[in-house]
């Protein structure tokens, strides 16, 4: 009785602390004096120690999602994203810095909490319903008053320290983004990453009016970040996954289609109420209108786009001289953001990395296909989301990759049952 009582209280932790540190791992760090930027995110030490105290309970069977067959297709990503920064410092002469990359690795080592999760716990669902949605609700609200507070509706000191925070974590990382919100990470891509992220999670792992609710929420959390790519990816994984059902060639019972109805009519109440209000012009859907218009005219349509498809023609250069990768980040040779993953990968690692990526995509695209796991869907999702996102974003090096990681290693252990 103690021992299901211990891991009861275990799981709902292990679920809190996995929405704690995607929303809050780029806001709590240590300024530590390395000659870069020295930032050491705090969650991410508190995460190594979780999956440390879960191997010591599990006897090390934790690591068993490693042996899974299915696992193998992720492996060559998984090795290449820990090997090649060692490399970078061994053979390419970057700062020994560069050699850990703690984000990325704390992310991916959710894999094994997943696995664990799901294999000590059957309920883990109905926990993890009600955390999503308070973590998407704390994100929607904190990134609205964002929106609220930069067109003049807040004042106040309350909001001027929530303001301070705000500019202060971005001045860690980089040079502030205004005119968008940001929610509780430092960058309006993650935040939008965030909210197609979750948005798959509501699709499939609520129920009833916590999955409208949260799907309304992440949707407009998206729109708050104005996040393009991650828009464009959004409408692309919908628009498959569609097509996978009208391929079956399922029917839509009355219920269904009513459902769909009012969730659409309740998107359209929420889009008046925003015109109403005048907050249209203030969250810039010219952005999403440009984006739109590179499709249609070209890059030279978007100057931002643009900027972004220079700085990846100098990258030409730069693969020329490291054909087989930089190792390192190459954003310390170029002297600035690469801003997609699919250049990112090229220049770091050569087609070998973006070789085992593509692996790992259409692993996702393929293996969950064949099973009506939820979770399976949901890595379907996600495999159908990165590589368009990719194309003018970096998300497999965003927060909520974490999540990604954490689905991944709870199918797996689905599976290998």
């Not at 891991?7 to 709590?28: K, Q």
Request: proline letters at 3%; charged letters at 15%.
């Amino acid at each position: 009785m103690r021992s299901n009582s211990g891991n009861n209280l275990l799981t709902n932790f292990i679920i809190f602390w996995l929405f704690f540190y995607v929303l809050f791992a780029e806001r709590f760090v240590l300024k530590i004096e390395t000659g870069g930027k020295g930032i050491v995110s705090i969650p991410a030490l508190i995460s190594f120690l979780l999956v440390f105290y879960i191997l010591l309970k599990s006897k090390g069977k934790a690591l068993e999602v490693f042996k899974s067959k299915f696992f193998i297709y992720w492996w060559p990503f998984v090795i290449l994203t820990v090997l090649f920064p060692i490399l970078g410092v061994l053979l390419t002469n970057y700062p020994l810095r560069t050699m850990l990359n703690l984000n990325v690795l704390s992310e991916i080592s959710f894999v094994v909490v997943g696995y664990w999760v799901s294999k000590r716990m059957d309920f883990w669902e109905f926990i993890f319903s009600k955390y999503l949605l308070v973590a998407i609700i704390v994100e929607f609200l904190y990134s609205f008053f964002q929106l609220l507070y930069r067109i003049g509706y807040f004042h106040g000191y309350l909001w001027e320290i929530f303001a301070s925070w705000d500019l202060i974590s971005q001045q860690l990382y980089a040079s502030p983004i205004f005119g968008r919100s940001i929610g509780t990470f430092v960058n309006p891509n993650t935040l939008g990453f965030w909210a197609i992220t979750v948005f798959g999670l509501s699709l499939y792992l609520t129920k009833g009016w916590l999955k409208y609710l949260s799907l309304i929420l992440s949707f407009f959390t998206l729109i708050l970040s104005q996040s393009r790519g991650c828009l464009f990816g959004l409408i692309f994984a919908i628009g498959i996954i569609l097509i996978f059902k009208l391929l079956t060639f399922k029917k839509i019972s009355f219920t269904q289609f009513l459902k769909g109805y009012i969730f659409f009519m309740i998107v359209m109440f929420i889009m008046i109420f925003i015109v109403k209000l005048d907050l249209v012009n203030n969250i810039a859907f010219e952005r999403f209108k440009s984006g739109i218009e590179v499709f249609l005219y070209g890059v030279s349509a978007d100057q931002n786009f643009l900027t972004r498809v220079e700085v990846w023609k100098q990258s030409v250069g730069l693969f020329k001289k490291y054909p087989l990768g930089t190792f390192g980040p190459p954003e310390l040779i170029l002297g600035t953001a690469v801003d997609s993953d699919w250049v990112r990968l090229l220049l770091q690692g050569g087609i070998i990395y973006v070789a085992s990526f593509l692996i790992m995509i259409f692993a996702g695209i393929l293996i969950p296909k064949s099973t009506g796991s939820k979770v399976g869907k949901f890595l379907l999702y996600m495999s159908l989301i990165l590589p368009v996102v990719a194309v003018s974003e970096t998300p497999t090096i965003y927060i909520p990759m974490a999540i990604y990681w954490f689905g991944l290693g709870l199918f797996l252990q689905k599976k290998s049952s």
